[in-house]
DNA sequence: TGTGTAAGTAAGTGACTACTTGCATTTCCC
DNA sequence: GGGAAATGCAAGTAGTCACTTACTTACACA
């Protein structure tokens, strides 16, 4: 039998409650059900597990995609934003908890910023397809709009556990609030629907 | 002599740069200039002096101010989103530090969240102002519009170190983006005029 | 001169930490 | 059934941590 996923999958969880320096090698022993020792001998130091686990983490994460021709962006961009802050509210812990450690351990943030790298890239791809296609009514710079989307998603799963009154209702409207705003901020009409329907529509979804 | 303040500031110091379990007496007496002792003397206990650091910053934060009436939206908001991310980006390293405490020292992050909480508050209410004024175009909840600047500039303060190259350049104009992009996405006209008379009657249709 | 207060020095306590060593046990594959 | 690899157990090492005790120094003020 080999506990090397258990440990990983352990020490991941106790990292993402306790930090680094909270992750105790006897808390992470006990989390896997797995004698201290065993530890030591699969990966050889704490320092060596956490990073391990870190980078399991990422790389099992699946990203969801945006198309790269445009074909109903309110659709499109509203699916992307839900599963991407489901992605970061499911992992709000681990990466506060990996962010607070830039001064101590950079290495470590290299395999935590992977993930939005990754999906700042894909957004600012379908925002410069988005311009391309001419259907924008207003100048922006796509590296501004998607920052501002995915700020706005960044910061509601890290700060509404915190602060749960801040942010809209229900959480589960937020990421199709945050890219349809976005949406007008650029000026795009709607792929599917017509001008004349369109702010029937948004006003349906917008009131509750 | 009363090193009180003194042991404050290098507390806040040291737990910004190594987080509450990090910040060891020793090491914050050292950087106090002070022996470690005398920090038991004043504060009793590393919690309660971390608590009294926390409290003392949160104190001496001034924060940016939005007018009750709006009367030029492009450059009071895109004024107080400066201050605002400047304000962050300062903090950035304690507030990393703080957020990371959420599971382990709840009552830290009350300390931490104050600030945000009183922004958001004001934001709010200063959206709801150009709203009542009718210079909106669009339907918008002030809370979800609110939520997405403070997340933009929240975004962009806590993550332009560790990615630099997926935020808008130079970071000096990146709080004016946000804000412009923003009043975009509600439909307020720039600079000091009003809405057109038929964008008026549509958000006079479209508001309750 | 005497007293109170804030600070320092020195030494130590008990608990915890990452990590090691030596040896016994289980498990798996051939 | 045997050998090798993985795991467990017990004990220990050297270091750090928050915090304490007991005593001394410096200074302000009356």
């Not at 352990?10 to 090698?25: E, L, M, N």
């Not at 925002?127 to 100048?139: D, H, M, S």
Request: hydrophobic share 40%; aromatic share 6%; net charge positive.
């Amino acid at each position: 039998m080999n506990y090397r996923d258990a440990i990983l999958t352990a020490a991941a969880g106790v990292f993402a409650q306790h930090g680094f320096r909270g992750s105790t090698t006897r808390r992470i022993a006990d989390a896997a059900g797995v004698n201290e020792i065993t530890i030591f001998r699969q990966f050889g130091s704490k320092e060596a597990l956490i990073r391990a686990a870190m980078q399991h983490l990422t790389e099992s994460a699946g990203l969801a995609t945006l198309p790269e021709i445009p074909a109903d962006p309110e659709r499109e961009l509203t699916e992307w934003s839900e599963s991407f802050i489901q992605h970061l509210r499911l992992r709000s812990s681990i990466i506060r908890k990996s962010m607070s450690e830039i001064e101590e351990r950079p290495e470590m943030c290299e395999f935590a910023s992977d993930v939005p790298r990754r999906a700042s890239n894909d957004l600012c791809l379908y925002l410069t397809a988005l311009k391309r296609q001419g259907r924008v009514t207003e100048k922006f710079e796509p590296k501004s709009a998607a920052a501002m989307l995915m700020g706005a998603i960044f910061g509601d799963a890290m700060g509404r556990e915190m602060m749960p009154d801040v942010y809209p209702q229900p959480k589960e409207k937020a990421a199709q609030m945050y890219a349809q705003l976005l949406l007008r901020a650029l000026g795009v009409e709607n792929g599917t629907g017509k001008a004349t329907n369109k702010q029937t529509k948004r006003s349906k979804q917008l009131s509750h």
